[in-house]
């Protein structure tokens, strides 16, 4: 992600009173991006906290002399990634002796002190709540130690700093920080803390804003974003609050938690015409038994019976999940399960995943991970090529219907193409015609794939 600035609309920077002194040494710096969405929404925060410092943040890596990494540690190969990137980024600092590297975010809070054993270049390590100080941290860097912002803080919720976001038409609002659940696999609980919610009064006043800045959809984000209690509301009583904020047309979120479902979500969902009727509900396996060694919190008959009592509640509903396999002890009658519960429930699309074991974790430090690589591999392929028929399937019985689109952009593969989503976060691409970006089309499909349903324009 690159935080685009200037925003279409000169933005206070600062929610409340500016209480930080300008820099005297102003920097230009480069954010780069791993991960998930949470990540993009953390770039976007920092962004803002270094802009008011009187930091510039710019969008090509050749303008900066400070590079910031924002980084992910949810399985194995997304750390690997950022190792290689530090290593090509050295031979750029052997160049440009002032450059500063900075790792922040998962990965910084995750390998702490060990990253700098594999990567001794790099200048700042900073996990997700210590970005307050990353302005200060830039200035006292020196050519000694490394600067280290590690400590978690249960009450860091940065709900007080604007974010800088790139122009587009939908914006990602952080609604909650940290996890509570401590899923065995899961290293987010331990690089991100406790959880956190943002007060509703002002996450409403942050749609407010953002309708201000011109976008059209908010996307809420947590970990488990359906257990929000900010100020005593629930995540159902948040739903209806920023719906009812005017200009907003569509307000979706990820991800929820199948255990924090509660009825209050399922009718904001029903019920608020601007609440895309989409959910992205992680299931994880189809066993009971390997969901208990997950400590999901849920079993496989209760995570079917809510899909169905959605489904009953909420008509045409676009369900997608995540889904691991070879976790530990999951064996082929286990995997099994998760096959069927797939082929039964019909995803809309998945997210899959092969258990990479993360040190840290309670799974890795009780559990063995036993299932070997050709297995998840085998498994992984399985469900991959499932799904892709499901997938397939159920976008081809689209084939003639309308659908409405929020166009977002151009095509990537066809400039006199727009593509964009549906209010259930299908994407779909189409000729140009009249249309605008963040204008609402009716597109009628014509041709479908697993992704992308493809049509034109009607009026
Ligand atoms: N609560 C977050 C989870 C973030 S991690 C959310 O629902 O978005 C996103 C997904 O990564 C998880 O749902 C899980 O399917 C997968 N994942 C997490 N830890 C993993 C691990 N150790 N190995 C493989 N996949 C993992
Ligand atoms: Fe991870 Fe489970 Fe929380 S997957 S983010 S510990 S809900």
């Known amino acids: ?60 890596l050749e303008d900066a002399n400070v590079i910031l990494l924002n980084t992910c540690a949810i399985r194995e190969n997304a750390e690997t ?50 970005y307050r100080n ?14 280290l912002g590690l400590k978690l803080d249960k009450d860091e919720d940065y709900a007080d700093i604007a974010p800088i976001r790139k122009d587009g038409v939908r914006a990602w609002l952080t609604i909650q920080r940290g996890c509570d659940k401590m899923c065995t696999f899961c290293i987010v609980p331990f690089v991100r803390g406790r959880e956190r919610s943002i007060p509703l009064s002002v996450l409403v006043d942050d749609v407010k804003r953002l309708v201000d800045e011109g976008f059209k959809e908010v996307v ?40 924090d479902a509660t009825d209050s979500m399922i009718e904001a969902m029903a019920t608020c015409d601007k609440v895309c009727k989409q959910i992205h509900l992680p299931l994880q396996s189809g066993s009971t038994k390997v969901l208990k060694a997950m400590r999901r919190t849920y079993t496989a008959e209760e995570y079917r019976e809510l899909v169905w009592k959605m489904r009953d509640r909420i008509p045409n509903l676009i369900v997608s999940t995540d889904v691991i396999v070879g976790f530990c002890g999951e064996t082929e009658a286990d995997f099994m399960e998760t096959y069927n519960l797939m082929a039964e429930v019909r995803y809309d699309s998945a997210f899959m995943f092969k258990y990479s074991s993360r040190e840290g974790t309670l799974a890795y430090k009780s559990l063995e991970d036993d299932v070997s690589e050709v297995e998840k591999i085998q ?63 009716c597109v009628k499909v014509n041709k479908a794939t697993s992704h992308t349903l493809i049509g034109e324009i009607v009026a």
């Open 379 to 441: 498994r992984l392929q399985a469900i991959i090529e499932l799904q892709g028929r499901i997938s397939y399937e159920i976008n081809q019985e689209l084939i003639g219907d309308t659908v409405e689109v929020l166009v977002e952009g151009e095509s990537r593969k066809d400039v006199a193409k727009y593509q964009g989503k549906t209010d259930g976060f299908k994407t779909a691409v189409f000729p140009k015609a009249d249309s605008e970006i963040g204008q609402f089309v």
């Open 1 to 60: 992600m690159n935080p685009k600035i200037p925003l279409k609309t000169p933005l206070p920077l600062y929610k409340s009173a500016p209480t930080v002194e300008p820099i005297q040494n102003a920097r230009q710096i480069y954010i780069e991006t791993y991960g998930c969405q949470m990540n993009v929404s953390d770039s976007e925060l920092m962004a803002g906290i270094l802009t008011r410092s009187g930091h510039e943040v710019v969008s090509q």
């Open 134 to 147: 990353l302005p200060m941290a830039i200035n006292a860097v020196t050519s000694a130690d490394p600067f």
């Open 81 to 130: 990634k950022v190792i290689n990137r530090l290593k090509h980024l050295s031979y750029l600092k052997r160049k440009q002796p002032d450059l500063i590297v900075g790792v922040c975010g998962c990965m910084a809070q995750h390998l702490r002190k060990k990253l700098i054993e594999a990567a001794p270049y790099v200048d700042l390590v900073m996990g997700p709540d210590a």
């Open 220 to 259: 809420l984000l947590g970990q488990t974003v359906n257990s929000y209690h900010g100020e005593k509301h629930d995540f159902g009583e948040l739903l209806f609050a920023v719906s009812e904020v005017q200009g907003i047309k569509r307000v979706r979120f990820t991800s929820p938690h199948p255990s």
